[in-house]
């Protein structure tokens, strides 16, 4: 899983708003909140990045020791796809397909 | 047949209503808000307040049916157990077939202001608003949150906008709100005026008055609670999002905590 590509799912809107990201499932209109490390992770799914990269970069950015960042990158990136927010991916994601990247995405759950 | 023209928030809606005595209880229940310059006219409704509630044939409302609003190639249908209606924005016509009674066309105005505003990123609010010294103030919660508390709380030298329901409309860099005839416990329409918003004021019952700003993350996710959705539309939605994101850019939120009596509109010289 960990070298699974993330990207963006294409069913919600979302917005940055100091330091946090605001998300809104369009279908559901479920409301999901990210804090400043999740509002990292969230602009690094561009759908070419690994979880693992991801992970590297947060502990690099954050100051958080590379174990735990790897943990923590997973089970953000995990939950978020088991909410349809983000789509996980055994091949890089087309920026384009996200709206309906569910078809290439693999459910993490 | 008598023609009605209610303008909320400088929105017109002609309603060509098939039938005198329902026209005239429009006309009553609508009073401070009839008529409107050409340039306001968003459309025509073709009116039927039906003799029944319920006529059996596939045009009528169900009396059980819930609400449903959705769009088919720019055309809105939207029913409940006491009304059916069609709206073709591209068209300015509508068309509804209701039952007798104020309540289903209150709504029917109500959902159809809301996809008109979404389209130019206003949005009807679950607040109380009142005007003071020239600037909105804009109390939003759920039921029981305090709205018409608010409302019944203002001084002498302040204008309801609706203990309910806001009408919220960009104007350039900033924000209008409209007084509406939406009301709710305080069981009176709001006046028929406007002004910019000063400010957004989530509320919370406490022990003292106090202020606190809310962090624009936040505001934004609790507006979004406090917005009026009829429809699971995705690019109503994401319009509504938008929305939402641009008001909270330029309209300072805060949590008010008040205790109910007169003493809480000292924050609001």
């Known amino acids: ?109 | 047949m008598g023609d009605v023209v209610v303008n909320i928030g400088n929105l017109a809606l002609r309603f060509e209503i098939l039938d005198r005595a329902f026209a005239n209880m429009v006309r009553r229940r609508y009073a401070a808000f009839l008529d409107a310059p050409e340039a306001a006219l968003r459309g025509t409704f073709q009116v039927e307040p039906l003799p029944k509630r319920y006529t059996g044939d596939a045009t009528s409302p169900a009396p059980d049916e819930e609400l449903s609003v959705s769009c088919t190639d720019g055309s809105w249908s939207i029913s409940r157990g006491d009304f059916r209606a069609e709206w073709r924005p591209a068209e300015r016509r509508g068309s509804v077939r209701l039952a007798r009674g104020i309540h289903g066309f209150d709504s029917l105005l109500r959902i159809v202001h809301s996809l008109e505003l979404a389209q130019e990123g206003g949005f009807l609010l679950h607040s109380a608003g009142v005007i003071r010294n020239g600037r909105a103030f804009l109390f939003s919660g759920l039921s029981g949150s305090g709205k018409t508390t608010m409302t019944r709380l203002a001084p002498a030298n302040t204008v309801l906008l609706s203990d309910e329901i806001s009408y919220v409309r960009p104007a350039g860099d900033t924000y209008i709100a409209w007084g509406t005839p939406f009301s709710g416990e305080l069981g009176r329409p709001g006046e028929n005026v406007q002004a910019p918003i000063a400010g957004l004021y989530l509320l919370k019952h406490g022990a003292a008055n106090q202020l606190q700003p809310v962090p624009s993350g936040q505001a934004l996710g609790l507006l979004l609670r406090n917005i009026l959705f009829f429809a699971q539309d995705a690019d109503l939605v994401r319009a509504l999002f938008e929305a939402a994101w641009r008001f909270i850019s330029a309209v300072p939120a805060y949590h008010l905590v008040f205790r109910p009596d007169p003493s809480v509109w000292e924050l609001f010289p």
Do not use: C, K
Not at chain 1, 11 to 33: C, K, M, N, P, Y
Not at chain 1, 38 to 49: F, H, P, Q
Not at chain 1, 55 to 75: G, M, S, T
């Open chain 1, 1 to 109: 899983m960990s070298s699974s590509y993330v990207g963006r799912s294409g069913a919600v809107a979302a917005r940055a708003i100091d330091g946090q990201t605001v998300i809104l499932q369009l279908a559901t209109s479920a409301l999901f909140t990210l804090n400043r490390v999740g509002s990292r992770i969230w602009e690094l799914a561009d759908g070419r990045t690994t979880v693992d990269q991801i992970a590297r970069r947060i502990h690099e950015e954050f100051e958080v020791e590379a174990p735990v960042a790897a943990l923590d990158a997973l089970e953000f990136v995990e939950r978020l796809a088991a909410q349809g927010v983000l789509l996980l991916s055994d091949a890089p994601l087309n920026p384009d397909r996200h709206s309906g990247g569910e078809a290439n995405a693999t459910n993490p759950r």
